[in-house]
């Protein structure tokens, strides 16, 4: 290659390389937002979170219109905001939405299976709706307060408004005035490098700031709430990226205003490399890891913040570092807590069968003085410490029957305290042997998806800990299908969990990412897992529901035996007319829709039968009332004696059949 041809390529290709992340575009939805929203939500795809909130609900047997919402709204929509309730006839709602459906059937469909459900079940939505208005729709909202959003398509486009200007200057194609993307929030706080808005929350925090100086003073509490700096913070802006298969990331970024102190640096002081997590051994679960100053500078910070809730707090804590100094020779604060410097760590080795292994760390400034004024400290207070070397290394514990038992060493400039001396051998093998937590390929491939600079930084091996769960006998027995799927998936994958909390000039940054590399989509397989758990979990209630039902059936049975010279009640209708039962309690909650009984229907239409000819002489183990049917190979049985059994397989088909040919 000629000499210039190289130089005029390492001109073009050195700058790429260097360049930082480039900022992320605004989805074309997202740029309709107003520009100064006190609330704003963007969704890529709507119908996902949808449906999964329609499996939290458990779509109340149909009755909920999330599910319809689910099936209309598949495209990026974006609801904003603008103003509170305190504003009064300032507020304002913004709406937008792409289209997946023809535009005639998303109206209908609103109309009459979204908002129909919602009038069905709120009074208060009574005059929700969807109406025409000329060349324009007005969609009503739902609530006590009326609410109409002027409405207007184009091409493929729903957006609506309750200003009708901005509708008739968006469909003539106008200038739309000042929109949220082009706003200083919207760079701060939401088009950062490393962010995507698969869907984005965003909160303006400014309005709210009258509202809390005006409780503080109300509630004698000012100066502590100005030491806690919340007049710095102007808003916060979640989003969270989920379209990648590998990996879900969430960003939630607050935005501050200029000013030191305060509960933003408390939480975040300042970003550091986290090297200290090097001594993590491979095989923990997970570790958390945070960086200061110092710990004799955070204690400044929480003492200042104590002086002004109160002040005798701190006034005994100054008076107990002076008696510390008389007794042992030195500051117990700006000496022995001033050592402690840079960063601090945490981790945790979990084991479902045995006893949890736990240390902690934090950089020594100066490891020689901390050694000395640790003798100082043990001799001064009569603390007797034994001492062995490993690999070079001292390690200390409290001699036996002295005191509580635990570990302690200085192991590459930082201070090690463990579980026991078996815990910091592991950390000083890790150190020594490159085989720590933060080397494994799946921690070094999730950190590289986090900030490299942070305040404070957790890791979670979710692999490892699902791992030990599919490893529990009950783990096969007791977890749904489909969540033992999911399991298999991310235990195979090597799946981490990773957060940082990271400190700037003018925000505040929490990054979490889950990382499975080879899952096809661990959102899709989050979503199943989640959609199995709750269904498993609401059948396991039906269930205890449903025996409840049959165990007041039998007791009344009794009740009414020891009423009637121990005969047993010829029909379940009996026991309501006697007024031992009320129609509600013979159905079952499995029911889809509604069942309205009375005593001469109770045996007919009830969810639960009951066996013909039963007396006072009757077995105690023999089966009186069960279900109508099977339910995943199983039913509760309810027995002359008075108690319920789940029962399954053969038996559960043999009992239902013998009460099927003696049921009334």
């Not at 809390?212 to 004698?220: C, D, H, M, T, V």
């Not at 935005?255 to 975040?268: M, Y």
């Not at 090690?416 to 799946?442: E, M, N, S, T, Y």
Request: with cysteine; hydrophobic share 45%; glycine share 10%.
């Amino acid at each position: 290659m000629k000499p210039y041809i190289l130089i005029a390529w390492l001109l073009i290709v050195i700058p790429v390389v260097r360049a930082e992340p480039a900022k992320p575009e605004a989805p074309p939805i997202l740029s309709l937002a107003p520009a100064e929203p006190s609330f704003l939500l963007y969704l890529d795809k709507p119908s996902d979170l949808l449906n999964l909130a329609s499996m939290l609900a458990g779509d109340c047997q149909g009755k909920t219109p999330l599910a319809p919402a689910a099936a209309i709204f598949g495209g990026p929509t974006m609801v904003a905001v603008v103003g509170t309730p305190l504003t009064g006839p300032e507020m304002r709602i913004e709406f937008a939405t792409r289209l997946t459906v023809d535009e005639a059937e998303f109206f209908r469909r609103l109309d009459e299976e979204v908002f129909g459900t919602l009038r069905e079940l709120e009074p208060a939505s009574a005059t929700a709706g969807v109406s025409e208005a000329g060349p324009l729709r007005v969609i009503r909202l739902p609530g006590p307060m009326p609410i109409g959003l002027l409405t207007g398509v184009k091409d493929g486009v729903v957006y609506a408004s309750t200003r009708k200007s901005d509708v008739d200057t968006w469909l003539a194609g106008g200038e739309m005035g000042p929109r949220f993307v082009g706003t200083d929030a919207y760079t701060r706080m939401v088009a950062r490098p490393g962010t995507s808005t698969d869907a984005l929350f965003y909160v303006d925090y400014k309005p709210f700031h009258p509202l809390l100086e005006q409780e503080a003073r109300s509630e004698g509490v000012e100066a502590f709430v100005n030491l806690l700096g919340l007049d710095r913070v102007q808003g916060a802006a979640l989003t969270v990226s989920w379209q990648s298969d590998e990996e879900i990331r969430a960003r939630v970024t607050v935005g501050l205003d200029e000013g030191v102190g305060g509960l933003p640096e408390l939480l975040a002081p300042r970003n550091g490399n986290a090297e200290i997590t090097r001594l993590v051994p491979s095989d923990y679960t997970c570790f958390v890891r945070g960086a200061f100053c110092s710990a004799a500078d955070s204690l400044n910070q929480i003492n200042a913040l104590l002086d002004s809730v109160d002040p005798a707090i701190a006034a005994e804590f100054r008076e107990e570092c002076a008696e510390w100094r008389t007794d042992v020779g030195f500051d117990p604060h700006q000496d022995f807590l001033g050592n402690l410097v840079d960063e601090w760590l945490f981790a945790l080795k979990v084991d479902m069968d045995g006893p949890q292994n736990w240390f902690a760390a934090v950089r020594l400034a100066e490891p020689i003085m901390f050694t000395q004024q640790l003798g100082a400290l043990t001799k001064a207070y009569g603390l007797p410490f034994e001492s062995q070397t490993y690999e070079g290394v001292v390690i200390q514990t409290p001699v036996a029957g002295s005191g509580p038992q635990f570990a302690l060493a200085v192991v590459d400039g930082c201070l090690v305290i463990g579980q026991d001396g078996q815990a910091l051998r592991a950390v000083v093998d890790a150190k020594a042997d490159g085989q720590a937590f933060v080397q494994l390929p799946g921690m070094t491939a999730l950190l590289k998806s986090l900030p490299q600079e942070s305040c404070k930084l957790a890791c979670l091996d979710l692999a490892g800990l699902l791992r030990l769960a599919q490893a529990q006998p009950e783990f096969a027995s007791e977890v749904p299908a489909g969540i033992r799927t999911a399991v298999q998936q991310i235990v195979a994958s090597e799946a981490g969990m990773g957060c940082t909390l990271s400190s700037g000039n003018d925000a505040l940054t929490l990054d979490l990412v889950i990382r499975a590399p080879g899952v096809k989509s661990v959102r899709d397989v989050m979503i199943r897992s989640i959609g199995e758990s709750l269904q498993a979990s609401r059948e396991q209630a039906r269930r205890m529901v449903s025996a409840a039902n049959i165990k007041g059936i039998v007791t009344g049975c009794l009740i009414y035996a020891n009423d009637h010279k121990g005969q047993w009640p010829a029909t379940l209708g009996d026991l309501v007319r006697e007024g031992l039962m009320t129609e509600n309690q013979f159905v079952a909650p499995y029911e889809q829709g509604p069942i309205v009984l009375m005593a001469d229907t109770v045996d007919r239409m009830g969810s639960y039968l009951y066996r013909s000819g039963v007396t006072s002489k009757t077995a105690p183990s023999d089966a009186v009332v069960c279900e109508r049917e099977l339910r995943d190979g199983g039913l509760n049985v309810g027995y002359a004696d008075g108690h319920v059994e789940w029962v399954t397989g053969a038996r559960a088909e043999q009992l239902l059949a013998e009460i099927q040919r003696n049921a009334r």
